[in-house]
């Protein structure tokens, strides 16, 4: 059965039993008014206009986390309440191999409890095996990933530009007619049996990032290597062209042969690299200016005039 329970004696009866014109009259006006609040049938009255988008209605507290896997959780999607009401939670998928889960979960744990008629539930979706079916079918793609359920349905999503518990809240108080609690004192909790019947266990999020050793080793070769190819691959001339390694070329290998060897470098062989271009010849220097003698005497310039 995917139905929360229900007790057979507060399912409403299809038999009116309302005949006299002032009870009727007297059932209307509680009905408008109802003296006791009862979410099963006076809720919808108080909402007329649709100003929410959500109304949690079912009856649920919890002052931890629900943990759980991928598998049960997709079970817990059937869920339907018998009377119509609209269940929610709010899920955080996360890894235990994610820092930025690691960042969220102290935060995810403080929503637990400041809500009433709200589940805080936390998915392990580190394994792909398991979770595959809420990757293709609800977009989990990453973690960590905080999603609004009603009804089983995946109605509003977080977004990953702050982590933060504001950004939590925001995502509940925007989509849904719940108000935050104003008081730190633990009510009574109230959680389905169908939440434990599943494998979820009340505990918080708990993410402590273990440290690689192996992969941490094989990053820094990695490192390593790509850097020594670098160097290797900027002073690839200086080491192919340099006396021991033509030399070496010459007495192991033919012509063809290094070539295809240099040409593999991106080198070119040293036969086919032409000879370095003369240097300029240097400029003839200008002769020296005449010094100008003493003992000669300079005349005047010759004029002849004519008659």
Not at 119 to 124: G, I, R
């Amino acid at each position: 059965m995917n139905h929360f329970n229900v007790k057979p004696e507060d399912l409403p009866s299809k038999k009116c039993f309302i005949e006299e014109p002032a009870d009727i009259a007297r059932h209307t006006f509680l009905d408008t008014c109802p003296i006791h609040f009862d979410p099963t049938c006076n809720d919808p009255i108080f909402n007329p206009n649709h100003e929410f988008e959500f109304r949690c209605r079912y009856p649920m507290m919890a002052n931890m986390v629900l943990s759980i896997n991928s598998t049960s959780f997709l079970e817990l999607m059937k869920l339907r309440d018998p009377f119509g009401r609209d269940w929610c939670m709010i899920v955080m998928f996360y890894s235990e191999s994610c820092p930025f889960s690691a960042r969220l979960a102290p935060y995810f744990n403080q929503i637990a409890g400041k809500f009433e008629n709200l589940l805080t539930v936390a998915v392990d979706a580190s394994d792909f095996t398991k979770s595959y079916r809420l990757n293709f079918r609800y977009g989990i793609s990453g973690t960590p990933t905080v999603l609004l359920w009603v009804n089983g349905i995946g109605v509003a999503r977080m977004a990953n530009n702050n982590l933060n518990l504001e950004s939590i809240k925001n995502v509940i108080i925007t989509h849904t007619d719940l108000v935050e609690k104003t008081s730190d004192e633990a009510k009574k909790e109230c959680v389905p049996e169908k939440f434990f019947s599943v494998g979820a266990e009340l505990k918080n999020v708990s993410v402590v990032l273990k440290e690689d050793v192996l992969y941490n080793a094989l990053y820094t070769l990695g490192c390593f290597l790509i850097c020594v190819a670098t160097f290797i691959y900027h002073v690839r001339e200086r080491i192919l062209l340099s006396a021991p390694v033509l030399q070496w070329f010459q007495s192991k290998c033919g012509g063809p042969l290094c070539d295809d060897i240099y040409f593999l470098f991106y080198v070119v062989p040293p036969r086919h690299q032409r000879p370095p271009p003369p240097a300029p010849a240097p400029e003839a220097a200008d002769p020296p200016a005449a010094v100008p003698d003493e003992n000669v005497v300079e005349l005047p310039p010759l004029v002849v005039e004519d008659q």
